[in-house]
T-cell receptor, first 110, second 113 residues
C-alpha cells in the first residue's frame, strides 16, 4: 500500500517557470524525503525534512511540511530541461522504512 | 553516484527460476533496504537489515528472502519466479534507522519470460 499521494500526477511547464507538487500522507511520520527519478533509472535523493521542521531549502528546491494537515510540497524554482523527471515523496517511520507515493511526472520544455 | 552499488544491472530469466541480486551499501552505512518498483504497484518496501539483522519486513513474498553479511553487503534471493516478478529492484542504504537520508543504488531490472 502507498502512504503518500502526489498531486498533480503530471506537470508540464516551460524553462524558467516554477514547478510545485504536493504530497499528502496518512499516518504519523519521522521524516519525509523527496526523490527524483529519471526515466527508469535510479532514485536520486533531493531533500529530507524532519517532522519537527516546517521548511527547508536546497539550491533551487524548497520543501514545506505541515504535519497537522499531513502534507508536504516541493517547489522547484527557475526550472530547467534537466529537471524533467518523476518526483516522489516518501515518508519514513522510526525504522527508516520508506513509503512512496505514485509520483509526479514533470516535463520541462525549452 | 550515490555510493550504493547493485549487480547485475539487468537480469533476464524464465519462470520458475531463482536469481540473486546483490547490493553493497555506502561505506559506513549499517542499514540496507530493498524496494521493488513495478508499473502496477509503484515503489514498495520489501525488507530492511541493520548490521546483519532483519529489522523490518514489508510486502515481501515468501518466495523472496534476503540477508546481510558481516561485510554489510546484502543479497536478495527471488525464487520460483513468476511473470509478475518482473520489476526494478532497488537497494538503499543509510547510516542509521529512520533518521537519515536513504541513498539508492542504480537498481537491477529483472525480466521474467
Amino acid at each position: 500500500s502507498q502512504q503518500g499521494e502526489e498531486d498533480p500526477q503530471a506537470l508540464s511547464i516551460q524553462e524558467g517557470e516554477n514547478a510545485t507538487m504536493n504530497c499528502s500522507y496518512k499516518t504519523s511520520i519521522n521524516n519525509l524525503q523527496w526523490y527524483r527519478q529519471n526515466s527508469g533509472r535510479g532514485l536520486v535523493h533531493l531533500i529530507l525534512i524532519r517532522s519537527n521542521e516546517r521548511e527547508k531549502h536546497s539550491g533551487r528546491l524548497r520543501v514545506t511540511l505541515d504535519t497537522s494537515k499531513k502534507s508536504s510540497s516541493l517547489l522547484i524554482t527557475a526550472s530547467r530541461a534537466a529537471d524533467t523527471a518523476s518526483y516522489f515523496c516518501a515518508t519514513s517511520d522510526s525504522w527508516g522504512k520508506l513509503q512512496f507515493g505514485a509520483g509526479t511526472q514533470v516535463v520541462v520544455t525549452p | 553516484d550515490s555510493g550504493v552499488t547493485q549487480t547485475p544491472k539487468h537480469l533476464i530469466t524464465a519462470t520458475g527460476q531463482r536469481v540473486t541480486l546483490r547490493c553493497s551499501p555506502r561505506s559506513g552505512d549499517l542499514s540496507v533496504y530493498w524496494y521493488q518498483q513495478s508499473l502496477d504497484q509503484g515503489l514498495q518496501f520489501l525488507i530492511q537489515y541493520y548490521n546483519g539483522e532483519e529489522r523490518a519486513k514489508g510486502n515481501i513474498l515468501e518466495r523472496f528472502s534476503a540477508q546481510q553479511f558481516p561485510d554489510l553487503h546484502s543479497e536478495l534471493n527471488l525464487s520460483s519466479l513468476e511473470l509478475g516478478d518482473s520489476a526494478l529492484y532497488f537497494c538503499a542504504s543509510s547510516s542509521s534507522g529512520g533518521y537519515n537520508e536513504q541513498f539508492f543504488g542504480p537498481g537491477t531490472r529483472l525480466t521474467v519470460l
